[in-house]
């Protein structure tokens, strides 16, 4: 059972980013609740979030926050989101993913996840660049991030 709603951990990566005044697209958003949701399956065992991540072009997306925010293409999110209160683990997870992951270009964060098994076995047999809606699988992203885990 997912531990938090997936617009209210997009909401505060969107909130996160505003108030250190660091520009946030709905692409690189996509990258960072990727990551959040991986790295909280392999630390923790369940998901973070709800929603399943489809294999897209340029990397992970959850098409229902690609959707909501898709009015901005590829521009900065500059609406005001609401605050949402979340327990002192997931606070700090969310923090980590972004001492580690909010410091690094879209560019280079599309790179990364185009080298992962998560998402490389989503996209087998496809084109670089052909539309997809397969599902990475979260079991697949447990793995793969419990085992970066346990090498570190």
């Not at 599902?135 to 793995?143: A, G, N, T």
Request: charge should be negative; aromatic fraction near 14%; include cysteine.
């Amino acid at each position: 059972m997912a531990i938090a709603k997936t617009n209210e951990v997009a909401d505060w990566f969107i909130r996160f980013a505003h108030e250190v005044g660091d520009p946030i697209t709905n692409l690189r958003l996509q990258k960072l609740m990727y990551y959040a949701q991986a790295w909280y399956l392999a630390l923790h065992g369940e998901p973070l979030i709800p929603d399943a991540f489809e294999a897209w072009v340029h990397g992970p997306v959850l098409p229902g926050v690609w959707e909501r925010f898709s009015g901005y293409r590829w521009n900065p999110i500059s609406e005001d989101v609401p605050e949402h209160c979340f327990p002192a683990e997931v606070e700090e997870h969310l923090r980590e993913v972004m001492e580690v992951y909010g410091g690094l270009l879209t560019w280079d964060l599309e790179r990364m996840v185009h080298v992962e098994d998560p998402w490389i076995y989503a996209r087998a047999g496809l084109d670089p660049h052909e539309h997809s809606t397969n599902v990475i699988s979260e079991k697949r992203m447990k793995l793969f991030y419990a085992m970066r885990a346990a090498a570190a």
